[in-house]
């Protein structure tokens, strides 16, 4: 079977779009979910009916609250030894007391990575493990909408009063009776932020009007940013703490009725490490102490031991049951048992039930095989025996008996809760290995052939710079030398048996993995015909590499190699090319690497810009000034350009490529001006980047640098990003004009028009007659309009494709329309670009005119060349753009350009596009130029296709297998995951881009066969 390199590549890039779609599955679990809120709640369980008939428990409902007010008071990045350590002793002298021999119960609360703010709220607030994909999913709405806390508490009538971090207003936004938001942004704020708090707290305190209260202070995690954990700053901040603890306790106390005793709460969110910060899982950060204080607990009596490890989950269960509301649906949490530890052993039981009941039920929902689960057995092991200790209870049996039974009935509870909530904590913590591992192999897999046919290619283009070996060249083989055709080793019968061998090893495999103990897997979920499925691809791909190995075996054998005329024909670019690729894959492995992965771009670009200039000096100059050589090298020159052609098609006629040879002779000897525009091009790009580096601060370290798109987005400096905005809309107009054909210029010319008063609309710039921005609207008008001309220009330019192919027209007609499908993608760019980036756009244009105009097509440099410069471009302005590593960074505004609401698939669509505009408008900028440079190789576009899929797939598959080595790593979440996510949307743009490759390349394989 044959296949031309751009659909080998395309389909390459699918088959991988598959393999990272299965590994990103395996690496970010579904968090385990109960079926949506919508369906019946299902009413609560009934305490275990006592065997036999006749008798019948009357308790049926939730049980009523233990406690009549809750105060929890939440002291962000409060880690465990600020309390229980000496720190504790010298700074929360009253705390310390009640801890020591007050009535009170403590634990240390250990919270799962990511140890940042929101999800450790979330976490408190649902007793679920938000997975990494959470992050994600909730991007557009921050409200939280799961099953959790603050819901039940309002909906059973509660009172809810809330001050501090406002994280916690936008994830319950209509929950609180009261609350006052503080913004936790300026991190140099060690007082105002807990003074905004404190100062309620003396009013609230001598009222009677709610029932639960929440306080979070944010000074202590600031203090931990700016300065640490052992800083002189700590000490007081603690102090101040205390003495508030010791406000709310002792006004609680005074409020207590013989009704029903108070309850206070202390918690940190998360810990922080040595430095301060926090995100990561070291045990500074993950361990957090957890106070339970109330006049219904009995008195502790002497100094603490350490403190019982509980999860930070736990918090959400044992809160539900203090104030009789059902446990929230997704958590994972188990009832902290001392706490309901002074009722009477039918309560507890009654509690832990419950508690058991609900876990129960989640595994029900999320794990097929629910019965098998230990967890499962032993809940119901103890639910029979919970009724047969009812039945005694109920027959009036009271003796010492009873309570012992009892004992032993709850410690089989408590048992099955513990595998019950570790088994369903397992699902979202731990990695899904086997679904990892298959995704891995079938990526891995096609690296190898492609890597092979790199090789083959790389000899290639050797053999046709390669100046002096046209005697060698007539003996390659045909296979070898057109190599925009590659045989696809396929169907040699004695692979077949090889194929049908290695599918049922992978099936064996496959069961065994899936039917041994730990079945929790999302590739064994899966039914057995994809599962086949999957396993035939790869057995087929590895007889593919098989016989493609033995075929370079048998062509090793035939006398064509010429290494060292191959190494001496590599210029300077090729050098460059190929270590800065090898580096940017190393660099992969280490986190502030990827952190600041824009750096290692700017330094590429800017070194390739030099080298250019090296490049061009020497064409211009040595070319032309040694005369006597001069014509011999330029006719080398002829002959290499002959022998390129020959090499890459063979089907062009001689004639042809003699003429081909003197177009482009005649186009070495460049006119005057131009040959110094030419030298000074390089120069004036490394100005651009320069230029383009300080609007935008991006990474980390050094993101909070200001940085010149601040300073034009902030409200006093309006006038001058107007203006900005408005001559980059004219020059993105007369770069893009000028290929145009007459209509898309106008629909070009009103469609930028429309992009200046959308942004108007929605206040962004204004226009020089309007003096103060009245009304701001939604723009969606103006933004519907720019859409009209995008779709018109973009349908312009298809049409004209079409026509191109279905009439075998001129070449012009294609050009035409290719590039009027690049500008309707800048058009749309534009317009979901935020103003002060409308200067990216600008810059990318120029810098792609002038690099065509005045330095590749003077250089002639090869296909494989242009695309990894594009390439390198592409990268470079994804983060010129603002963009970075972090999810932080995407610009989810773009999402809602020109809609009235969030409606999903275009909300995504228009964000990726405005995230990978760069990478996509150089991609298809390196298409409209290869096939406006067909007439000189015609396999280009095919080449252009196949260096692209493999500059995007050779990072993505080493990075996942450093991914897969560095998950326990303790910046994964923080920084290789967002990596790896951007990675893999990337490969599927990659993979669109590639097909849309081919379709342009097939069109002309097909006229080119014509003309034959
Ligand atoms: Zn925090
Ligand atoms: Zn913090």
Redesign the pocket.
């Given at each position: 079977m044959r296949l031309r390199s751009g659909v080998f590549a395309a389909s390459c890039l699918l088959v991988e779009a598959l393999g990272v779609a299965l590994f990103l599955r395996g690496f970010f679990p579904v968090p385990v979910r109960s079926l949506p809120r919508r369906e019946a709640r299902g009413d609560p369980p009934a305490e275990p009916a006592p065997p036999g008939p006749g008798m019948r428990s009357n308790w049926t409902k939730i049980p009523p609250p233990l406690f009549k007010k809750v105060v929890i008071v939440l002291i962000?990045?409060l880690r465990d030894d600020f309390v229980f350590g000496s720190k504790g002793k010298q700074f929360m002298p009253y705390t310390t007391q009640v801890v020591e021999k007050g009535t009170s119960y403590s634990f240390i609360a250990e919270a799962k990575p990511p140890t940042?703010?929101m999800p450790?709220i979330k976490a408190l607030m649902t007793g679920s493990i938000p997975g990494f994909i959470d992050v994600i999913v909730n991007l557009n709405s921050p409200a939280l909408l799961d099953d959790n806390l603050i819901w039940q508490a309002k909906a059973a009538g509660k009172r809810i009063i809330f001050y501090g971090d406002d994280t916690w207003v936008k994830l319950f936004p209509k929950h609180f009776v009261e609350y006052d938001g503080t913004t936790s942004f300026f991190v140099s704020d060690f007082t105002e932020v807990d003074n905004n708090v404190t100062r309620h707290l003396d009013r609230v305190l001598k009222r009677e009007d709610w029932d639960l209260l929440i306080l979070h202070y944010l000074g202590l995690?600031h203090i931990g940013h700016m300065t640490g954990p052992n800083s002189p700053l700590v000490g007081p901040k603690l102090h101040e703490m205390d003495n508030i603890l010791k406000k709310i306790h002792i006004s609680l106390l005074s409020k207590e009725e013989a009704s029903l005793p108070n309850l206070l709460v202390v918690c940190g969110?998360?810990g922080m490490s040595e430095t301060g910060s926090?995100g990561g899982s070291s045990e500074g950060e993950v361990h957090t102490p957890l106070l339970f204080i109330s006049s219904a607990f009995e008195k502790r009596s002497g100094p603490l031991t350490q403190p019982e490890l509980v999860q930070q989950t736990d918090l959400a269960s044992t809160l539900a049951v203090g104030l009789g509301l059902p446990i929230s649906r997704n958590s994972v949490g188990n009832l902290i048992l001392p706490v309901v530890g002074g009722k009477t052993m039918r309560e507890q039981l009654r509690f832990v039930h419950l508690n058991g009941f609900q876990l129960s039920r989640l595994l029900q929902q999320n794990t097929p095989a629910y019965e098998k689960d230990p967890g499962y057995e032993h809940f119901k092991k103890a639910e029979k025996s919970h009724g047969n200790w009812i039945k005694l209870y109920l027959e009036g049996n009271n003796s010492e008996i009873l309570l012992n039974l009892g004992k032993k009935v709850l410690k089989q509870y408590l048992e099955a809760l513990k595998t019950l909530s570790s088994s369903l904590s397992k699902q979202v913590a731990q990695y899904d290995m086997y679904s990892m591992m298959v995704g891995t192999v079938i990526i891995m897999e096609l690296r190898l052939p492609e890597r092979k046919l790199g090789i083959l290619h790389d000899l290639c283009a050797a053999y046709s710079k390669a100046k002096v070996l046209l005697l060698l060249l007539l003996s390659v083989p045909k296979a070898l030398s057109s190599q925009a055709e590659f045989e696809v080793p396929l169907s040699p019968p004695l692979f077949s048996l090889l194929f049908y061998l290695m599918c049922l090893m992978l099936c064996a495999v496959h069961v065994i993995v899936c039917t041994s103990a730990e079945s929790l897997c999302y590739f064994c979920s899966m039914s057995w015909l994809t599962a086949a499925g999957v396993m035939m691809l790869i057995s087929a791909l590895m007889c593919g590499i098989l016989s493609a190995i033995a075929k370079i075996f048998e062509n090793s054998r035939l006398p064509l190699k010429n290494p060292v005329v191959s190494s001496s024909s590599r210029s300077e670019i090729d050098v460059l090319i190929l270590a800065g690729t090898i580096g940017h894959v190393l660099s992969l492995g280490a986190s502030s690497f990827i952190e600041e992965e824009h750096q290692t771009w700017y330094f590429l670009i800017n070194t390739l810009c030099l080298v250019l200039c090296q490049e061009l000096c020497r064409n211009n100059f040595l070319l032309k000034e040694c005369d006597p050589q001069c014509g011999t090298t330029v006719k080398q020159n002829v002959d290499s350009i002959g022998e390129a052609s020959e090499c890459k098609n063979i089907d062009i006629p001689a004639a042809g490529s003699s003429k081909l040879g003197k177009a482009s002779s005649s186009a070495d000897f460049i006119k005057g001006s131009d040959k110094w525009i030419s030298l000074a091009s390089p120069w004036i790009i490394l100005i651009c980047c320069r230029l383009l580096r300080s609007l935008n601060q991006t990474g980390v370290q050094w993101a909070h640098r200001p940085d010149f798109g601040h300073w034009l987005t902030s409200s006093e400096h309006k006038p001058e990003l107007s203006f900005l905005a408005a001559v980059s809309l004219l020059m993105i107009f007369f770069l893009v004009q000028r290929r145009c054909s007459l209509v898309s210029k106008i629909a070009m010319a009103l469609g930028l028009l429309g992009v200046y008063s959308y942004r108007a609309a929605i206040g962004n710039v204004i226009f020089p007659w309007q003096h103060d921005s009245k009304d701001i609207s939604k723009g969606i008008t103006e933004a519907r309009f720019v859409y009209v001309f995008v779709l018109g220009i973009v349908f312009t330019g298809t049409k004209d494709l079409l026509k191109s192919q279905v009439i075998s027209t001129d070449s012009s007609v294609k050009s035409t329309g290719l590039w009027e499908v690049y500008s309707g993608l800048v058009l749309l760019a534009a317009l979901l670009f935020r103003p002060h980036n409308l200067p990216v756009l600008v810059f990318c244009l120029l810098i792609q005119t002038m690099m065509t105009k005045y330095i590749w097509r003077p250089l002639k440099s090869d296909a494989a060349q242009i695309t990894i410069m594009h390439y390198w471009f592409g990268q470079a302005f994804f983060y010129f753009q603002g963009n970075s590593n972090g999810i932080a960074t995407v610009d989810v505004s773009a999402g809602f350009v020109g809609l009235e609401s969030y409606v999903e698939i275009p909300a995504i669509f228009l964000t990726a596009f405005a995230t990978y505009a760069g990478p996509l408008l150089w991609a298809i900028h390196l298409l409209c130029y290869l096939s406006s440079e067909v007439s000189r190789n015609s396999a280009a576009v095919g080449h252009g296709c196949f260096c692209y899929a493999l500059m995007r797939s050779i990072p993505v598959a080493i990075y996942i297998v450093l991914v897969t080595g560095l998950r326990y790593h303790l910046f994964i979440w923080s920084v290789f995951s967002p990596k790896l996510l951007y990675e893999g949307v990337h490969v599927f743009i990659t993979a669109a881009i590639c097909l849309f490759f081919t379709a342009m390349d097939q069109s002309y394989s097909q006229k080119v066969q014509d003309r034959k």
């Open positions: 962000d990045a940042v703010t450790r995690d969110d998360h926090h």
